[in-house]
């Protein structure tokens, strides 16, 4: 378990969600395509302030919403494209039809429709003035606009009362629930790791329960266990299990706090941990079933020496 869950995803205490990783990978590209990456990035805006913060999180959450977007439209089987400039102007996604036309998109992830329509209304003006908008050797004539689905209908009929030619996209996501995607992050790294920490290991101990106790029934099944060791064997196994991943993961969160060492160095260090406590556990757990074994065959000892003493002596 230990071994799978750090070949997939963000470890062990998983704190950048893959989501949140794909938003960076698109927007910063290499600077930003791993989780140790995008974890360091996350770390040094928390040193530089709130400013840092909010400003991070607008950024990843505008990409964040282009991101789901563009799964909808593949989903669907359209052909639909990022710009390639990070800044292009007025346009996000070009969808390219069948026909050889292209229709263009701008994804707003915003929570109000006031601040849409805004953006709506300063595109068909400079469309309508002749404002030269690009794509490549090619001219935009018509852009179109993809919002969150809660405020689709209202940007709707705001933009019909003022006359803007553009049609109006839902996305399933909102504005909030984007933005929550870049917070969980910062929090996960930042005043919440320890919290974020508890969450991982009540999941991961509820797993290596369930992971025992299927290994102890089967044992139970095929007769080389008693029944009446079931649970309590159960029991011990997963404390030791749960103690070497608690082990594991709060040696992850210091190195990841730290930021001493990527994450090749990071996750040998913290299997050889776990796997290090794993066994000394066990070793304390065999001991405490030792000294079981040896009370029992003391009260044996003890049961025999009694009857030896109320036997007639020759």
Same mark, same amino acid.
């Given at each position: 378990?230990?071994?799978?869950?750090?070949?997939?995803?963000?470890?062990?205490?998983?704190?950048?969600?893959?989501?949140?990783?794909?938003?960076f990978?698109?927007?910063? %590209?290499?600077?930003?395509?791993?989780?140790?990456?995008?974890?360091?990035?996350?770390?040094?805006?928390?040193q530089d302030?709130?400013?840092?913060?909010?400003?991070?999180?607008?950024?990843?959450?505008? !990409?964040? @919403?282009?991101?789901?977007?563009?799964?909808?439209?593949?989903? /669907?089987?359209?052909?639909?494209?990022?710009?390639?400039? @990070?800044?292009?102007?007025?346009?996000?996604? &070009?969808?390219?039809q069948?026909? @050889?036309?292209t229709?263009?998109?701008?994804?707003?992830?915003?929570?109000?429709?006031g601040?849409?329509?805004?953006?709506?209304?300063?595109?068909? !003006?400079?469309?309508?003035?002749?404002?030269?908008i690009?794509? %490549?050797?090619?001219?935009?004539?018509?852009?179109?606009? &993809?919002v969150?689905?809660?405020?689709?209908?209202e940007?709707?009929?705001?933009? &019909?009362?003022?006359?803007?030619?553009?049609?109006?996209?839902?996305?399933?996501?909102?504005? &909030?629930?984007?933005?929550d995607?870049? %917070?969980?992050?910062?929090?996960?790294?930042?005043?919440?790791?320890?919290?974020?920490?508890?969450?991982?290991?009540?999941?991961?101990?509820?797993?290596?329960?369930?992971?025992?106790?299927?290994?102890n029934?089967?044992?139970?099944?095929?007769? /080389?266990?008693?029944?009446? #060791?079931f649970?309590?064997? $159960?029991?011990?196994?997963? /404390?030791?299990? $749960? @103690?070497?991943?608690a082990a594991?993961?709060s040696?992850?969160?210091?190195?990841?706090?730290?930021?001493?060492?990527?994450?090749?160095?990071?996750?040998?260090?913290?299997?050889? /941990?776990?796997?290090? $406590?794993?066994?000394?556990?066990?070793?304390?757990?065999? #001991?405490?079933?030792?000294?079981?074994?040896?009370?029992? !065959?003391?009260?044996h000892?003890?049961?025999l020496?009694? !009857?030896?003493?109320?036997?007639?002596?020759s």
């Amino acid at each position: 378990m230990v071994l799978g869950d750090l070949l997939v995803g963000d470890g062990l205490n998983d704190q950048v969600s893959p989501e949140l990783l794909y938003g960076f990978a698109k927007l910063m %590209g290499q600077k930003a395509d791993s989780y140790h990456e995008v974890r360091n990035i996350l770390l040094d805006r928390l040193q530089d302030g709130d400013s840092a913060v909010f400003g991070l999180i607008n950024k990843i959450k505008g !990409q964040v @919403g282009e991101n789901q977007f563009m799964q909808g439209a593949h989903a /669907a089987g359209l052909n639909a494209r990022l710009a390639e400039l @990070g800044n292009q102007e007025a346009w996000d996604v &070009a969808i390219d039809q069948a026909d @050889g036309t292209t229709q263009y998109i701008q994804v707003k992830m915003y929570s109000d429709a006031g601040g849409v329509v805004r953006h709506m209304h300063d595109v068909n !003006q400079k469309l309508a003035e002749g404002g030269l908008i690009t794509d %490549g050797d090619r001219v935009v004539e018509a852009i179109d606009f &993809a919002v969150p689905a809660n405020i689709a209908e209202e940007v709707t009929a705001r933009g &019909a009362e003022l006359g803007l030619d553009a049609n109006v996209i839902p996305i399933n996501i909102t504005a &909030a629930e984007a933005a929550d995607v870049v %917070g969980k992050g910062f929090d996960n790294v930042g005043p919440e790791a320890l919290s974020n920490l508890f969450g991982q290991l009540f999941g991961a101990s509820v797993t290596v329960a369930a992971l025992h106790g299927l290994v102890n029934a089967f044992l139970v099944y095929k007769g /080389a266990k008693t029944a009446d #060791r079931f649970l309590a064997s $159960t029991i011990q196994q997963t /404390a030791v299990s $749960t @103690g070497a991943i608690a082990a594991g993961m709060s040696l992850e969160l210091v190195l990841n706090q730290i930021s001493m060492i990527g994450a090749p160095p990071t996750y040998a260090l913290v299997f050889c /941990a776990s796997m290090a $406590t794993r066994g000394i556990l066990k070793r304390v757990a065999r #001991r405490q079933d030792y000294v079981s074994w040896l009370r029992v !065959q003391n009260a044996h000892l003890k049961s025999l020496n009694n !009857q030896m003493d109320g036997c007639p002596t020759s």
